[in-house]
């Protein structure tokens, strides 16, 4: 298991950007996937992205944040990264970073580690 600490999260207007990051304990984080999940009050927990072990080379996407939320993974760091463009209010939720030991997984389910999460707040 790894411990998972997510930062970056705060109040920004329609079309902002925010950067957040999951810093991840231990000295195998590149063996572990890492994914983006978040969630809205009265809903329930949605994927948002996910990246794969090591390089990081498969990425996937929500639709709702296609073309707008890119991924990312620094190994030498022991973070992932998630860089929000074009912020809309629906992108409000707070947001949790998670990890498991394996290739790729998409579903939350497949996730073993979570973080605590962090607050992102999109005004209109």
């Known amino acids: 298991q790894v411990q998972l600490v997510e930062s970056g999260g705060g109040l920004v207007q329609t079309g902002g950007s925010l950067r957040l990051s999951c810093a991840a304990s231990?000295?195998?984080?590149?063996?572990?996937?890492m994914g983006w999940f978040r969630q809205a009050p009265g809903k329930e927990r949605e994927f948002v992205s996910t990246?794969?072990?090591?390089?990081?080379?498969?990425?996937y996407y929500a639709d709702s944040v296609k073309g707008r939320f890119t991924i990312s993974r620094d190994n030498a760091k022991n973070t992932v990264y998630l860089q929000m463009n074009s912020l809309k209010p629906e992108d409000t939720a707070v947001y949790y970073c998670?990890?498991?030991?394996?290739?790729?997984?998409?579903?939350?389910?497949?996730?073993?580690?979570w973080g605590q999460g962090t607050q992102v707040t999109v005004s209109s």
């Open positions: 998670a990890a498991s030991k394996g290739s790729y997984y998409e579903r939350a389910s497949d996730f073993t580690s």
């Open positions: 231990g000295r195998t984080f590149s063996n572990y996937a």
């Open positions: 990246i794969s072990w090591s390089g990081g080379v498969v990425t």
